[in-house]
Structures are given as C-alpha cells and as structure tokens.
C-alpha cells in the first residue's frame, strides 16, 4: 500500500533577488514499511523535501499525499528526527520524549508508560532524569528518535541525523535504526549525504540531481538484515551511487566556474 | 561561594566597620552627620524588635513583587508581539526603546498626579521602570530561539498559545532572565524613590521620615538594609537562577 505520494513538488528560493529552483518536479512513491533513503550532494535540495513532506515548509506546486489524502501542515503523522537533535534544554529526557504527548493532551500515566517503552527501546532508561546537556551527541540521537518514535507517527522523517557523531557511535546506531526499524515496521525517510549510510539503510535509494533538484535514479537495495558498515557485498551499491553522484558534483563545479 | 573569598569579604567588612567607628571616636566629622555603627546596629534592632521595619520591608518587597508581576506579564506580551508581528516592532518597538530612557524616579510625578500617594502610585512606578527592559529583553530572546526548537515543537504537533508557552518561553528564557534582573534593578529603585517622595510606608518613607527627624541613624540604616536587600536578590535569587539556566542550556562553559 502506497503510504506517502509526492506529486511533482516544485520549490523556488531567493537568492540575492534571482529566483533559483531547488526543486524541479519532484515525484515519489513511498511504500507501507519501506524504509527510503534520500541521498545526494549538499545544497541539492533534499532536507527542502523532508521539510516540505513534514509540513515545516510549503512547495510552489504539486502536493504531497499521505495514506491518499493532502497534507499541508505540520503534524504527529510525521515527526521529524532533526540533524543536531532539536531537544529542548528545559526538558529532562522523558519530558523531551513525551512532549508530543504531552501536546495531545494525552494524560500523564499514559504518556509516561509510552515514554519508559520507547527509552527502554533506546537504552535510554538510566537517563530519563538527566537532562540534555548531560548526555553525548549520540545519546541526544537516541532521545531524539524515541521522541519521533513515542508520537507513533504514519511515517518517521529523519535529517541527516548521524552526520555529526564520531564514527563508532554511527556504526553503532545505523545497526540499531534497521532492528527498531524491522521491531515497528515504521515507513522511514531517511535524508544523507552519506553515501554508505544510505546503502547500509535503505531498501530504497533515492538518488537527487543538483540544483535545479530532481531524482536522478532508484536504486534498490534487496539484501539481508542488520547490514553492517564493513560489508564487502556492499560495495557495488556503494559505487554505483558514488557514480552517479560523481558526476553530479563534476557537472556542478564546472557551473561554477563559469 | 568558596571560603577563601568569603572570609576575604568578611575581613574587608569588618575593616569598614572599624575605620567608620576610628572616624567617630576621633569626631572628625560631626556625630550629627554620622552616627557611630554602633547606634546604627542598635536602632536597627529596636526598629527589628517593635516591628516597623520588618513592616516597612514587608511594604516595600509587596509593591515592588506585585509590579514586578505586572511588568513581567505585560513584558512577554509586548516582546512576543514585537517579536512576531513586524509592524508592531517598528511602531510599538520605537516607543519602547524610548520610554525604556527614562529613569524610573521620572514617573513619580506622573504617578502621584495619576494615583495619588497610594499604593497603586508606587506600583506604578515600579511597573513603568521594569515593563520596557522586560520587554526589549523578550523580543531579543524570542528573535534568537534556534530555528529547529520552534520547528520541532510544531512537528511534534504544537501550535499557537501552546507552542509559545512551552516551547518559545522556555527557548528564551536565557535572555528573559537577563530582563527580569534588569526589571528588578529598575523597579527596586523606582519603588524606594516614590516612597521617599510620596508614600506613607515602606523603606523609602522610613528613609524620608529620618530625615524630616533630622535622625542620622535611621537614615544610615535603612540605607544599609536597601543595600543589604540589593546584594540578596542580585546574588541570591538572579545569579543562581542565571547559572542554572545558563548551564542546563548548555551555555556555560
């Protein structure tokens, strides 16, 4: 079943006066349970999408469907895990993770029941009663997805969310993402600039063409569970994406310097 | 506070303390024009012990808390309107920055033509002083929330009044504080000048009615019991409110 449609989404900016495309005609088909990574060079566009599929930021045209419907503002449907974790400083971090509960009104007992399950998925219950300064960038990462997960949302949106972790902690968490992917069976949209990050997530890659943006090519990735980073039968994924990538940053830099 | 600095403090009060009572032994200045700390200490505890001045603070902390209330309150409203509405910046907003010049023992005037010497004069004039710092400090705050606190706050489904009370009041609040201390500061001073100059209680009109007596201790010393009270709320209150603020945002080094 068809979760989320994105129907030809056209995204101008301002740039010093001049309207510049950033994204030239969108248009994709995510899957019940399909976990889709977004991947191309930084500035192409692709936290624009995520933004515009998480209502934070509204296309020119086209539109975006979920489970068949319009959508055009934010909501719980779609929560968003954010590239440097947006908790909320005055929170501890079971408040953070029930904040969305909270925001739905739904009543204490309940929301803290929700909250011990999703910090008990993330390892997290030890720091329930800490706050976020207290933790790691990586453990911020954690709470940051058991919020998006505790709002038990129709899709989970997900902003370059490992780019700023040191490399064992990703490796750690890009394991531990596809076992809380396969446990809930979310639909995931997963944004990175990261090549093997994509190849090691998606069952999908969507790669973007730079600026003005479209999708480039699909490629899918049919291959066993929990993938790991050191993976050798990766490797022709990962090259076949780096390819199409490469040229992309050639036809850019040559546009420069024009 | 460690200790060293404390009894460093301590050794350089009591040296004032000393040097003042050299000064008044030795009648270098008339003891008309300065009491000995002893007379000073002694007043001050007949004043403690028959109850006039616990009263008088009493007077004095309710008008400025009760202001302060009002100037905090209108304060994050005026900032919050500023700081969403654009044409409200550039109108209101210049107003504001004006009116935030005028010393807060300016309105005693207006205040008691307005109230009269009643306690609303005072609390007026406590208003007046610490509404616009309050509110410029709001606006600033409000502008400076990071982007993605405000977008994953609408993410996770929060909107209108609730997304300002839990989660842009809260983005702010490092720069809200820095107002209130301002407020406080404007305020603490605009509520003993209007008891001086109009009011029938309170620390400022203690402070008047030694004069009018001609009664040197009682002005030394509730001179020393404003300061005193200055030194807890800056020290005590803001400064540890500040600090747990500042660290738990992640802010302090």
């Known amino acids: 079943m068809t979760k989320l449609q994105a129907k030809n989404i056209v995204k101008h900016f301002d740039h010093n006066g001049n309207s510049v495309v950033a994204l030239d005609g969108i248009t994709l088909n995510v899957e ?22 998480a209502g934070l930021e509204q296309p020119d045209s086209g539109e975006i469907l979920l489970n068949g419907k319009p959508i055009s503002e934010t909501g719980p449907d779609r929560t968003m895990v954010f590239q440097e974790g947006a908790l ?4 501890k971090v079971i ?11 739904i009543p204490k007992d309940e929301r803290r029941e929700i909250s011990r399950r999703y910090l008990d998925m993330m390892q997290l219950t030890k720091f329930a009663d800490s706050y976020t300064y207290q933790l790691s960038t990586g453990m911020k990462q954690r709470v940051a997805i058991a919020r998006a997960l505790a709002m038990d949302p129709e899709i989970l949106l997900m902003d370059e969310p490992f780019a700023a972790l040191d490399s064992q902690t990703r490796d750690l968490l890009l394991v531990e993402l596809q076992l809380i992917w396969e446990r809930t069976k979310k639909t995931i949209i997963f944004v990175t600039h990261n090549i093997s990050e994509s190849v090691i997530l998606g069952n999908k890659v969507e790669i973007f063409k730079n600026r003005p943006s479209k999708i480039k090519k699909e490629i899918i990735i049919d291959y066993r569970r929990p993938r790991l980073t050191e993976d050798a039968n990766l490797q022709k994924y990962y090259h076949e994406i780096l390819q199409e990538l490469k040229s992309e940053v050639m036809a850019r830099s040559k546009d420069d310097l024009k | 506070m460690n200790a060293k600095l404390l009894y460093k403090q301590i050794l350089f009060y009591v040296g004032i303390i000393a040097v003042w009572q050299v000064i008044f032994l030795t009648h270098v200045v008339p003891s008309q024009a300065l009491p000995s700390p002893l007379q000073v200490g ?35 409203t005026l900032g919050i309107l500023m700081a969403k509405i654009e044409t409200a910046n550039q109108t209101i907003g210049s107003l504001i920055l004006g009116l935030q010049s005028i010393p807060s023992v300016a309105w005693v ?3 008691l033509l307005w109230f009269g010497p009643t306690d609303a004069g005072t609390i007026f004039v406590v208003v007046a002083g610490a509404l616009f710092a309050i509110s410029i400090n709001t606006h600033s705050g409000i502008k400076n929330i990071p ?13 209108g009044l609730q997304l300002i009370t839990n ?16 407020g406080w500061a404007y305020a603490w001073r605009g509520v003993i000048a209007a008891e001086i100059i109009f009011s029938i209680a309170g620390l400022g009109f203690l402070l008047n009615l030694g004069k009018h007596n001609n009664d040197i201790s009682q002005v030394t010393g509730i001179l ?24 738990r945002w992640g802010l302090l080094k």
């Open chain 2, 147 to 159: 982007p993605t606190y405000i977008a994953a706050g609408k993410n996770m489904g929060a909107s």
């Open chain 2, 167 to 182: 989660v842009m009041i809260p983005a702010a609040l490092p720069y809200l504080i820095t107002g209130f201390k301002q």
């Open chain 2, 42 to 76: 002694q007043l001050l505890l007949k004043e403690a012990a028959d109850g006039s001045l616990p009263y008088a603070i009493g007077v004095s902390m309710w008008r400025l808390v009760v202001g302060l209330i009002i100037a905090i309150v209108g304060g994050l």
């Open chain 2, 224 to 247: 020393i019991i404003i300061m005193i009270i200055g030194i807890l709320v800056d020290g005590f209150v803001f400064k540890k409110l500040e600090a747990k603020i500042l660290a």
């Open chain 1, 95 to 105: 408040d953070n993770v029930e904040f969305g509960l909270k925001m739905a009104g």
């Open chain 2, 109 to 111: 005037p207006l205040a």
């Open chain 1, 88 to 91: 909320f400083p005055w929170l």
């Open chain 1, 32 to 53: 019940e349970g399909d976990f889709v990574c977004i991947v191309g060079p930084s500035g192409c566009g692709k936290s624009t999408f995520l933004n515009i599929i």
